[in-house]
């Protein structure tokens, strides 16, 4: 079982597709395992987006990231990163599939509605930054025997 950070950005929150994003990654089959809103301070994005200090595109990206509330949230399953990365589609709206949460809801690279994980060392060290351990819940649904083998 792998455990990923699932972000819906200030943008995704004022568009009004929390419900929407959240509905998809359920309906995957993923299983929500922490969920709390924020308004993400510069320090918080500063951590979060340290790999890419100094990019062209990296002061544009903490003003947009700390410009309204989040919503974050831990995701479980088999292959949690990469499927939730698919349901997301790609960075850039652009390249992303239809049926994909970026393909159907966003154009622009700078606007594009979530965030998530990039691989087993980013989730632990994102989901660190958003949750405490008592707040990530161990829990098991009634279903997962028809969604986990
Ligand atoms: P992802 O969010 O898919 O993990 P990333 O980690 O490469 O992508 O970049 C983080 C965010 O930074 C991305 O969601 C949007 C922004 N970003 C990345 N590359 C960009 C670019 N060339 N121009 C503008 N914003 C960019
Ligand atoms: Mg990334």
Redesign the pocket.
């Known amino acids: 079982m792998e455990r990923t950070l699932i972000l819906v ?1 200030p943008d995704g929150v004022q568009r009004g597709v929390v419900g929407e994003v959240i509905s998809r990654f359920e309906k995957r089959g993923l299983r929500l395992c922490g969920l709390k809103m924020l308004h993400m301070s510069k320090e918080l994005a500063e951590r979060h ?1 340290h ?2 200090e100094g ?3 990296y002061e ?2 903490i003003t947009y990231i700390t410009s309204g509330p989040i919503v974050a949230m831990c995701w479980e399953g088999s292959d949690a990163i990469a499927i939730a ?1 698919r349901t ?1 589609g ?3 709206p652009a390249e992303a599939e239809p049926g994909s949460i970026r393909g159907d809801y966003a154009l622009e ?2 606007r ?1 509605i ?5 691989g087993p060392e980013t989730a632990a060290f994102e989901l660190d930054l958003y949750f405490t351990e008592d707040e990530l819940i161990d829990w098991e649904r009634s279903t997962d025997q028809w969604v986990f083998e």
Request: aromatic share 10%; no cysteine; charged share 25%.
């Open positions: 950005k987006y790999e890419h990019k062209p595109f544009g990206l990365r997301m790609a960075t850039r690279v700078g594009n979530v965030h998530g994980s990039d």
